[in-house]
């Protein structure tokens, strides 16, 4: 079946403007993740949501980053008047629950630049 | 909190060399561990997976880990690599259950 999908590949935008990135996880996959790859770093956890529990936002570096979920598929994480620090590549993955044993899937990213 | 540590930033072996990939982690129960590799462009692929039982796990593409305890690492080995092994390496832990908690990752280069 189709893997973890996110929209668009690359975004260029200007400092100050708002960016949208949308992530379709695997379908029948409760668990959905977003993920910040900075240049020559690791990845920093953002946010995730499970099912219809309030989603665990302790990841999100400030109030301009905000992300929904509809039910159990796509996601959106929006970034408001960015900034160049957040030039980075957005991962999303998502996993049939929570849970430690269950393997996240990655979606090939969005890669931001912001001017 | 707990953290995972890849000491080498970069690495280059010859093609048909063995290959040894080192993450610690620091959390001090079991933990659940995990190494991801990222080729150009492409998103995170799942090599292996460690939570309990026989502390050698065999993955995909001919990669093995070994957990040991003692010395809290979880690392990363593959006895010939091929010049398609070239990419960017991740060891991660998923002890809290939810979120991984990435290392800074290893480039790995393969020289023909």
């Known amino acids: 079946g189709a893997g973890v999908s996110q929209s668009p590949s690359n975004k260029v935008t200007e400092k100050g403007k708002d960016v949208e990135l949308r992530c379709d996880p695997i379908?029948?996959?409760?668990?959905l993740y977003w993920y910040r790859q900075r240049l020559g770093q690791g990845l920093e956890f953002l946010i995730y949501f499970q099912g219809n529990s309030a989603p665990d936002k302790s990841g999100l570096p400030s109030d301009r980053f905000s992300a929904e979920r509809t039910g159990e598929s796509v996601s959106t994480l929006t970034i408001q008047r960015t900034q160049q620090e957040d030039s980075a590549v957005y991962l999303c993955?998502?996993?049939?629950?929570?849970?430690?044993?269950?393997?996240?899937?990655f979606g090939p990213g969005t890669r931001l630049t912001v001017l | 909190a707990q953290s995972v540590t890849q000491p080498d930033i970069h690495i280059t072996v010859s093609e048909g060399a063995s290959l040894e990939l080192r993450c610690n982690y620091s959390y001090g129960a079991t933990p659940y561990l995990f190494w991801y590799v990222q080729s150009p462009g492409q998103g995170l692929q799942l090599l292996l997976k460690?939570?309990?039982?026989?502390?050698l796990v065999q993955g995909i593409k001919g990669f093995e880990a070994e957990f040991k305890r003692s010395q809290s690492s979880f690392n990363l080995r593959k006895p010939s690599v091929h010049w398609s092994d070239a990419a960017e390496y991740f060891c991660?832990?998923?002890?809290?259950?939810?979120?991984?908690?990435f290392g800074g990752g290893t480039r790995l280069m393969v020289k023909p």
């Open positions: 991660a832990d998923n002890n809290a259950g939810n979120m991984l908690t």
């Open positions: 460690y939570f309990s039982g026989d502390t």
């Open positions: 993955a998502s996993s049939a629950s929570l849970g430690s044993y269950n393997e996240q899937f």
């Open positions: 379908s029948g996959h409760t668990a």
